[in-house]
């Protein structure tokens, strides 16, 4: 039987504000994994600690709601330990590129099969508005008793400077975008990275959704808005590394893009590259039988408890008698 | 105990210690003979004055003594840092070219030892200007004094194997200082030779130059110094023994336990481990013959190392992480979430002298108090103490079998002094490891059910089952949470969820047997008792044999398991006691603390040290010896090793 929408729904109720962008990355979520036709016990969602970190209580799969900072390296242990599943880890910007920075970093350089989402809003949310690691140099949200005195970290840049193999932006609003994001995210074979610019209402009265739609900026001709997104596939971009040589050009390519903001906001797709090994090809080259049995599947005692481990041959290099 | 044999190498770090300890402890080995070796380095990479101390014995020896009957230098500082424990009738091997060293152009002596040291020879009344004049003093105490021409002996094996370059020579002065030890000793040469074709493995040009020097300092001491009078006699063994050091005895009893996961971030002393382990990742599976594998992550630091480790261990593979004192105070709010979780997480936690960076490669035992409460709230662990290097085996895979019984995290606690020493041991017996996994539920036993994760029990214990069975699902969150595994702050809830955990705790407490939890050496009846726990264990056993024969009787209880407490236990044991002591490697007496805690039993004698060294035999006999004799006071604090 499909698997309908209301098939990844749990009954818990919902406490985000009311008009929170987290609503949108969660029904897209949903729908990307019927799309993707994924049985709920197949997938495990993992979030941090924040407004998004209650993702994955909204989700009937496996949901695994970490610390602040940490989804990433419980979400590396699962995976590794069980390559069947599919990973898919939520992060907030304070969570993922402050207190988690570090693990940001070293998972893109270790490229798992993977995906990880991360909520920008630009604030903390769940601590009640102070500034994130990704709002820009002299903004004041509502919250903030002084404007920002640091500047913000440029989340694509450092994605790309980390070596997550898949890079994209896209829109809380936007859900069919959204969507296909994450599908691609998904089916990306690599350390997938998707920035979800999400409006918060309650906290950020900069980044609203009049903001990314350009209401501050109407075209004296049409009379309507200029909207700050816009689409890279659009534009006539391309992010994807087809020949290992096309691995520099399309990084630099992608980094001009990753550093427009402002007026004008890409979202899409910025690199994409499959022809890097993934750490689970790389494992699978120093314990063969890796790929078959992996941690999570591997008989470590008979039935009467006897240890299936062999550590005959160690003891043997450190004997030095009999 | 006239009957062992002290040696004891010293030299700069990177010239070869530990290299030519383990031939020298290996050479032992393969004849016959028991041998305990303690490792003592700096936090640095070249240069740094290291050494080791090798005892060598007809019979098992669990702890050094604070003695040498050989010392064995590679430089000048190493005669003067070690030359007060040379025993009287014992001897010094040295570089003829050190004698006219002058001892205050040695730069690297650090400036609390130059006080300490100027402070002994006012004692001594004695002025040595140089090294020669250091080495008369004690020709008057009997110690005998084996000048080597290491220089001409390396030059003369240059020309032998046409090697000008005198800093590649230079690398061998280990071994001929090595060749020179077994030469006074008369030692049966063969030995000596396999265990350096062991130490060197597959370099036959590394070999053959080493043996070359062996043999020109073997034959050199012994035409010179036929008759030193060192007694190192090879015995006859039909026992099967392995010689390891402790961090190779977690690292086996971890695999035999079934690990299959490790994460770490190196730091000094559990890095070892990991490596080791890394080194032996495939294995074969028993009674097949198929392989199978353990994953090493070397992780960006201990928050990754332990979360990844939990996260490993929700899908069903026995996960761990291995660390000190450092890495587990990073680890504290990982370790909290597995407690709220209920996951089965290890962490090998090698103490070593704290606080913060401390003493980075020395002893130490002062985080029992920090094991037992360390992140915020309140959760069950278990804390399972190895005594020796041998227990750290079985506790290792023990560990495993504690952590998924009671569905929490273990802290199997060990010290720098079992890391980094070596032993020799009767083969380990791996009937004794057994696999418990406890109640683990497969895709089966949920089929059709609606599986709660956080099942409320009697014994606490809600059946697991391992994230991504196929037809389940359930969640997890380091907040409270209901029976599913969703957030709440309803208060009934967290009434009965938090006791539901915390009573898996009593369940551990009724179900690990007594035989786990403590080891009981002694008279039931005797009059005094001593409490401990981790590494003095060896030298305990060591001063008790001694105050034996001196006529006196005492009994120990070594704590295996110091959480849960086996209150009932310690409660008969010193109840019957009218001298209780306690020995420890730290300044609190946290052991001490725990018992009065949970007993109200306070001790009536402290043992402490906590100056980096593990604590030897002798020491811990004549702290011991005052007590019995009445002349202690309530507090000696030890400061032996160099
Ligand atoms: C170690 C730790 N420090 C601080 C907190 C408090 N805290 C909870 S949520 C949060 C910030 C959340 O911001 P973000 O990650 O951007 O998530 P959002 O709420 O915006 O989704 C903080 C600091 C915590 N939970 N843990
Ligand atoms: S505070 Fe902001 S991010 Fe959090 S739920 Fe409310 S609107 Fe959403
Ligand atoms: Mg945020």
Redesign the pocket.
């Known amino acids: 039987m499909a698997l309908k929408l209301s098939d990844y729904r749990t009954q818990v109720f919902n406490d985000w504000c009311p008009g929170c962008g987290n609503f949108g990355i969660l029904t897209s979520l949903q729908m990307a994994l019927v799309d993707l036709a994924l049985q709920p016990s197949r997938v495990v969602i993992l979030s941090g600690i924040?407004c998004h970190g209650k993702t994955p209580h909204f989700v009937n799969a496996y949901g695994v709601h970490t610390l602040h900072g940490r989804a990433l390296p419980f979400a590396i242990g699962i995976k590794l330990a069980n390559p069947e599943l599919e990973v898919i880890v939520h992060g907030?910007?304070?969570d993922g590129l402050g207190i988690g920075a570090g693990h940001f970093v070293n998972t893109g350089r270790r490229n798992l099969d993977m995906t990880y989402i991360i909520?920008d809003?630009g604030?903390?949310?769940l601590t009640k508005g102070q500034a994130?690691p990704t709002l820009k140099l002299g903004v004041k949200t509502k919250a903030m008793p002084k404007p920002n005195i640091n500047e913000g970290v440029n989340p694509i840049a450092l994605g790309l400077a980390a070596g997550f193999t898949f890079i994209a932006r896209s829109y809380c609003y936007d859900v069919g975008h959204l969507k296909e994001t994450i599908k691609m995210a998904v089916k990306h074979k690599g350390m997938a990275l998707v920035i979800v610019q999400q409006w918060c209402p309650t906290y950020n009265d900069i980044n609203t959704k009049g903001w990314y739609n350009g209401e501050d900026r109407i075209d004296p001709v049409t009379g309507k808005p200029i909207p700050r997104l816009y689409k890279l596939e659009e534009s006539g971009y391309d992010g994807v590394v087809h020949k290992p040589e096309e691995v520099i050009p399309k990084t630099v390519a992608a980094l001009t893009r990753a550093f427009e903001w402002g007026d004008k906001i890409p979202i899409g797709v910025f690199y994409q590259n499959e022809l890097l090994s993934t750490y689970q090809e790389r494992i699978s080259q120093r314990i063969t039988t890796y790929p078959g049995t992996p941690p999570a599947k591997e008989i470590i005692a008979d039935n009467m408890g006897e240890p299936a481990t062999s550590i005959k041959k160690m003891l043997d290099e450190l004997k030095v008698t009999g | 105990m006239k009957n062992d044999f002290i040696w004891m190498a010293g030299g700069p770090q990177g010239s070869g210690v530990d290299s030519s300890a383990n031939i020298f402890a290996r050479a032992c080995c393969y004849g016959g003979l028991h041998v305990y070796g303690k490792r003592e380095y700096s936090s640095n990479i070249k240069g740094m004055h290291s050494y080791f101390h090798i005892r060598v014995s007809p019979s098992e020896v669990g702890a050094i003594v604070n003695r040498v009957d050989l010392l064995c230098t590679f430089d000048a500082e190493s005669v003067v840092r070690h030359i007060w424990e040379v025993s009287p009738g014992g001897g010094i091997i040295c570089d003829t070219g050190i004698i006219e060293t002058k001892i205050s152009s040695i730069l690297s002596l650090p400036f609390a030892f130059i006080e300490e040291w100027n402070k002994s020879l006012n004692e001594r009344g004695i002025h040595p200007e140089t090294v020669g004049d250091l080495l008369d003093e004690v020709k008057k105490n009997n110690v005998k004094i084996y000048p080597i021409p290491y220089l001409e002996m390396l030059k003369e094996i240059g020309k032998e194997i046409g090697e000008q370059q005198l800093s590649k020579l230079t690398r061998m002065i280990n071994v001929l200082s090595l060749g020179a030890s077994f030469g006074l000793a008369n030692y049966d040469k063969e030995y000596v030779e396999k265990a350096i074709n062991m130490i060197f493995g597959k370099k036959p040009k590394i070999i053959s130059m080493n043996l070359l020097a062996l043999n020109k300092a073997y034959d050199y001491t012994r035409k010179n110094f036929a008759d030193a009078g060192i007694n190192l006699k090879t015995l006859r063994t039909d026992e099967q023994r392995i010689f390891l050091q402790g961090t190779q005895a977690v690292a086996l009893g971890k695999l035999a336990g079934g690990c299959r996961v490790q994460t770490y971030y190196p730091i000094t002393p559990a890095a070892d481990e990991s490596e080791y382990i890394e080194e032996n990742q495939v294995f074969e599976i028993t009674g097949s013959n198929k392989t199978g594998g353990i994953l090493v992550v070397q992780t960006e630091d201990e928050i990754a190392a332990i979360t990844m480790a939990t996260g490993s261990a929700l899908t069903g593979a026995r996960s761990a992480t291995s660390t000190s004192g450092p890495g587990f105070s990073l680890m504290a709010e990982g370790l909290g979430w597995a407690g709220i979780n209920e996951v089965p997480v290890v962490i090998n936690y090698y103490q070593r002298g704290g606080p913060s960076t401390g003493l980075p490669t020395r002893h130490g035992q002062d985080d029992l108090r920090f094991a037992i409460h360390a992140s915020h709230g309140e959760f069950p662990r278990i804390i399972v103490c190895s005594g020796d290097i041998e227990e750290c085996f079985y506790d290792a895979a023990r560990a495993f079998n504690y952590a998924e019984r009671y569905q929490t995290p273990v802290i199997h606690l060990i010290d720098k002094a079992l890391a980094n020493s070596n032993k020799s041991y009767k083969i380990f017996d791996l009937t004794l490891v057994k696999i418990e996994r406890g109640e683990l539920l497969t895709e089966a036993d949920v089929a059709g059910k609606n599986y709660r994760r956080f099942e409320f029990t009697d014994s606490g214990i809600s059946p697991r089952l391992p994230i991504g069975t196929p037809g389940a699902v359930f969640w997890n969150t380091g907040d409270e949470h209901n029976e599913l595994g969703h957030v709440t702050e309803e208060s009934m809830m967290r009434t009965r969820m938090h006791e539901k955990r915390m009573r898996k705790l009593e369940t551990a407490d009724r179900e690990i047997q007594e035989k786990e939890r403590v080891n009981f050496f002694g008279d039931e009846d005797a009059p005094m008792t001593i409490v401990s726990w981790g590494s003095p264990k060896g030298a305990i056993l060591e001063a008790m044999e001694m105050l034996r024969k001196d006529g006196f009787r005492m009994n120990f209880v070594q704590v295996r398991i110091p959480h849960p407490l086996p209150k009932k236990y310690i409660e008969k044991i010193l109840g019957n006691s009218s001298k209780k002591i306690v020995v420890e490697g730290n300044y609190s007496a946290q052991l001490a603390g725990i018992i009065r805690e949970e007993t109200g039993i306070l001790m009536d004698y402290f043992i402490l040290k906590w100056n980096g060294r593990p604590m030897s035999a002798d020491e811990v006999y004549e702290a011991l010896l005052n007590i019995v004799q009445n002349r202690a006071q309530t507090r000696q604090v030890l400061t032996g090793g160099a």
Do not use: K, R
Request: no cysteine.
């Open positions: 924040g907030g910007d304070g909520h809003n604030v903390y949310g994130s």
